[in-house]
């Protein structure tokens, strides 16, 4: 059973970093991508990074408003997948999932919520001003 559980969130002031982290059952299999999406309340859920591993190179993807401030990376030895977001700004204030799915195709990005099979709790990070 393929499980994910987000952790991290919190309140910070705005310039703080936070680490989120994903603890996922499947991370050790051969082609996985993961993904980092956040909702802010009344908004759609957005994408905010990708990464995609198998035998081969890793594929990393993220939205322009998380280029240059947040970096996707994982530890296959600990099951986990972290989002370190630096620089945060108040319009970073969302619910943050974690989503995972088995295998990849190198041409996408995976970037829209319906590309991924496994979701996360949510962990929420608020930016004060």
């Known amino acids: 059973q393929v499980q994910l559980g987000e952790s991290g969130g919190g309140l910070v002031q705005a310039g703080d970093s936070l680490r989120l982290s994903c603890a996922a059952s499947?991370?050790?299999?051969?082609?996985?991508?993961m993904g980092w999406f956040r909702q802010a309340p009344g908004k759609d859920r957005d994408f905010v990074a990708s990464?995609?591993?198998?035998?081969?190179?890793?594929?990393?993807y993220y939205a322009d408003s998380a280029k240059g401030r947040f970096t996707i990376s994982r530890d296959n030895a600990k099951n986990t997948v972290f989002l370190q977001m630096n620089s945060l700004k108040p319009e970073d204030t969302a619910v943050y999932y974690c989503?995972?799915?088995?295998?990849?195709?190198?041409?996408?990005?995976?970037?829209?919520?319906?590309?991924?099979?496994?979701w996360g709790q949510g962990t929420q990070v608020t930016v004060s001003a």
């Open positions: 990464i995609t591993w198998s035998s081969g190179p890793t594929y990393i």
């Open positions: 989503a995972g799915r088995f295998g990849f195709d190198s041409g996408s990005r995976y970037s829209t919520a319906s590309a991924y099979d496994y």
């Open positions: 499947f991370l050790t299999f051969s082609s996985v991508t």
